[in-house]
């Protein structure tokens, strides 16, 4: 079965400092999806990214960057420069097929506490 | 954004008592799914459709029942509400599978 493990319960950093949020999932499939979501206080689910299972090219979107590795089954997210507006839940997914429709299987979630 | 929209937006209820959750989408999904997070945890998989006639249980769905009214409509039922279905409800459409889900703030259920 399909599985996502986010080992951090909970991090806190002071502002401007990196902070790496660690993603390990297992799966039997071939092709597959991976997301991160973020969770701010308000409850609302912000998709983040999106990376299918033949790119393994690492992404940058301005201060956030994911580095996928298949070899470890890893997909780390990396927050450069934190700031405060970075204190959120962090959910790692991955997609499993059910007969042609999609189901997320989510970790449980990394509390990012960024203080000024 | 897939532009969907959920009712209500919070809810507090009573044990015992049966609550609709409603869900819409205004883009033409035709799949659409039911999910529930408990409090400080990940989301879980309570139903999903994909058309009027096509229902599946997810991997929590005992306590719950669904209707898919139309293509762009499908409800959540809580027949007999019990405090452990205490969550935040999300209803997410998506077309096929690796296609980005959109979750939006989703709906707040209290039960007493």
């Known amino acids: 079965a399909q599985k996502v493990t986010q080992a951090q319960t909970e991090i806190s950093v002071v502002e401007k400092e990196d902070v790496t949020l660690d993603c390990v999932y297992e799966t039997r499939d071939t092709t597959y999806y991976l997301f991160w979501y973020k969770q701010p206080p308000s409850g609302e689910l912000v998709f983040l990214i999106r990376?299918?299972?033949?790119?393994?090219q690492n992404e940058i979107s301005g201060r956030y960057s994911w580095n996928f590795q298949k070899s470890t089954s890893s997909f780390n997210f990396t927050i450069t420069a934190s700031q405060v507006v970075d204190s959120a839940v962090y959910f790692c997914?991955?997609?499993?097929?059910?007969?042609?429709?999609?189901?997320?299987?989510f970790g449980q979630g990394t509390r990012l506490t960024i203080n000024p | 954004d897939a532009d969907v929209t959920q009712t209500p937006r919070n809810r507090i209820t009573k044990t015992g008592k049966r609550i609709m959750l409603e869900c819409s989408q205004t883009k033409g999904h035709d799949r659409m799914y039911w999910y529930r997070q408990d409090p400080g945890l990940g989301l879980q998989l309570i139903y999903y459709s994909f058309d009027v006639k096509d229902i599946n249980k997810g991997e929590i769905s005992d306590g719950y029942s669904v209707s898919r009214q139309a293509q762009a409509k499908f409800s959540l039922s809580l027949e007999s509400a019990i405090p452990n279905q205490t969550a935040l409800y999300f209803c997410?459409?998506?077309?096929?599978?690796?296609?980005?889900?959109?979750f939006g703030p989703g709906t707040r259920l209290l039960v007493l």
């Open positions: 990376r299918n299972s033949f790119d393994e």
């Open positions: 997410p459409p998506s077309c096929l599978a690796g296609e980005t889900q959109y």
């Open positions: 997914a991955l997609s499993e097929a059910i007969q042609g429709a999609q189901k997320l299987v």
